[in-house]
């Protein structure tokens, strides 16, 4: 596709409930990006993938975070047992080559955990 | 760890006003990016700098590297330009980017 595309755009959970995000990159871009943004704040980083290779999970806040990329393309990102601090705007971003070429946002799927 | 400040956090205009967004980092780094978030909206970048200075229509962004600051301007600015703008450094190679929080900007006609 001509963007990076994520899915669902809006998604409410109740508290305990398993959610599944996805981010679709723009074709041939190698590297993936997600990010979490709580309302106010920047986003943070949450893990980075090169191809399928997950290469720094460093930012996922918990083990109820999961990311997978099994074939290089499209990427989801698991919660498990959602809290309703993990209402926030989960953003994916992905580039050619590290961040500096091509670098492209999706526009997030806006979670919200009653 | 690099830190990322922005100012002002917000920021309300009036329309044509000339308006100037700024953005320090702690540690060097290889390329800044200016990006633009609508309410609702996902994030759309605006910018990759690595020096000096670039423009796109009515935007410019400045970088100075030995000072570790960069400047996002808007000239003529319009209620349409209203947005939270975030500066986010690149340290190098495959690191993530780290953000700033953001600068709510708001342009009244």
């Known amino acids: 596709g001509a963007g990076v595309s994520q899915s669902p755009r809006y998604k409410v959970a109740k508290r305990g409930q398993d959610v599944a995000l996805r981010c679709d990159p723009i074709?041939?871009?190698?590297?993936l990006f997600w990010y979490q943004q709580a309302l106010g704040q920047g986003p943070e980083f949450l893990t980075y993938?090169?191809?399928?290779?997950?290469?720094?999970k460093s930012g996922l806040p918990s083990d109820r975070f999961f990311a997978e990329r099994p074939e290089g393309s499209v990427s989801t990102l698991k919660i498990q047992r959602t809290q309703q601090e993990d209402s926030a705007v989960y953003l994916c971003?992905?580039?050619?080559?590290?961040?500096?070429?091509?670098?492209?946002f999706g526009s997030g799927t806006r979670l919200t955990v009653v | 760890k690099n830190e990322v400040e922005q100012s002002p956090q917000n920021l309300t205009a009036q329309e044509g006003e000339f308006i100037t967004i700024n953005c320090s980092y702690s540690?060097?780094?290889?390329?800044l990016h200016w990006l633009q978030q609508h309410p609702g909206g996902g994030i759309v970048s605006l910018f990759m700098?690595?020096?000096g200075k670039k423009k796109h229509g009515r935007l410019i962004a400045t970088i100075n590297i030995q000072e570790k600051h960069s400047s996002l301007h808007i000239t003529a600015s319009h209620p349409r330009d209203s947005a939270v703008y975030i500066c986010?450094?690149?340290?190098?190679?495959?690191?993530?980017?780290?953000f700033g929080k953001g600068t709510r900007l708001s342009v009244i006609a």
């Open positions: 540690v060097g780094i290889s390329a």
């Open positions: 971003a992905s580039s050619l080559a590290g961040q500096g070429k091509g670098y492209t």
């Open positions: 986010a450094a690149l340290h190098s190679g495959n690191t993530p980017l780290v």
């Open positions: 700098l690595s020096s």
């Open positions: 074709s041939g871009h190698v590297s």
């Open positions: 993938f090169q191809n399928e290779a997950q290469l720094d």
